[in-house]
């Protein structure tokens, strides 16, 4: 694990955002896979910001995201679909039919999963997968358990991330399951990068970098990518 300290979340937007930038330039028609949530909100800036003064372009760029919730319409404002048209592809130019999304709503989970890895591994597999981390050390929706999951899955959500992210939702109840990604699809990735800010994620990413790798704290098994560079403000960074 590559392991870098900023001050502040600001800096690692910065950071983080720079290192996409060059690489899509570098690679136009990359694949990216994305995840949601507050952590990755400054890089998605810093990224719009650099599209916006002309010096990238998502043109030719496919991504896929990490998960998405169980029985809510891909339209309702706390769908992870919107949250990425509203943080980033509305306000870059990628092509919608380049963005691919797990279908929460997906009757047959099983076949939906197939469908999400075969979409991957058709447009050449994942060149850097980006990561947060919860409380509890999950990544995507891989909850702490018995063992690392595969391929893409439908899971029950902990109450841990209910209480998390509960606070988002204001009309309706937040739902009870998650399609994500799996530790294998996510392990496939050639690059990933985690971010982790904030005193409240200090004891998982503890866990994740000094503790022993296990299905416990799922964000451990990072520990066994060949190239996993971790960005952490001085907060998540404070017990390690
Ligand atoms: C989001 C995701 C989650 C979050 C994690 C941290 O797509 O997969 O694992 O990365 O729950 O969430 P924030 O960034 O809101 O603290």
Redesign the pocket.
């Known amino acids: 694990m590559d392991i870098r300290i900023f001050k502040n979340e600001a800096e690692i937007g910065e950071a983080v955002g720079k290192l996409y930038c060059d690489f899509i330039n570098s690679k136009p028609d990359c694949v990216l896979g994305?995840?949601?949530?507050?952590?990755?909100?400054p890089t998605y800036n810093y990224i719009v910001e650099q599209y916006k003064a002309g010096k990238v372009s998502f043109k030719d760029v496919k991504t896929f995201?990490?998960?998405e919730y169980c029985d809510l319409p891909k339209t309702h404002k706390n769908s992870?679909y919107t949250?990425m048209l509203e943080n980033l592809f509305s306000k870059v130019d990628v092509n919608l039919d380049n963005v691919g999304f797990l279908d929460g709503n997906a009757a047959d989970p099983e076949a939906e999963s197939a469908r999400y890895a075969a979409d991957i591994a058709s447009k050449g597999g994942l060149d850097i997968q980006l990561?947060?981390?919860?409380?509890n050390g999950?990544?995507?929706?891989?909850e702490p358990s018995d063992e690392f999951s595969g391929e893409s899955h439908k899971v029950k959500l902990t109450d841990s991330?209910i209480e998390?992210?509960s606070i988002y939702f204001d009309d309706i109840p937040m739902p009870r399951y998650a399609m994500?990604?799996g530790i294998g699809s996510i392990m496939k990735a050639r690059k990933i990068i985690l971010?982790?800010?904030?005193a409240?994620?200090a004891q998982a990413v503890k866990d994740m970098i000094k503790g022993p790798v296990t299905p416990h704290c799922p964000a451990s098994v990072l520990q066994e990518h060949k190239d996993a560079v971790i960005f952490l403000d001085e907060a998540a960074a404070s017990l390690l």
């Open positions: 994305f995840a949601t949530g507050a952590t990755p909100v995201n990490l998960d992870y949250f990561l947060g981390i919860g409380r999950h990544i995507a929706f891989n991330t998390a992210n994500t990604m971010i982790a800010t904030g409240s994620k």
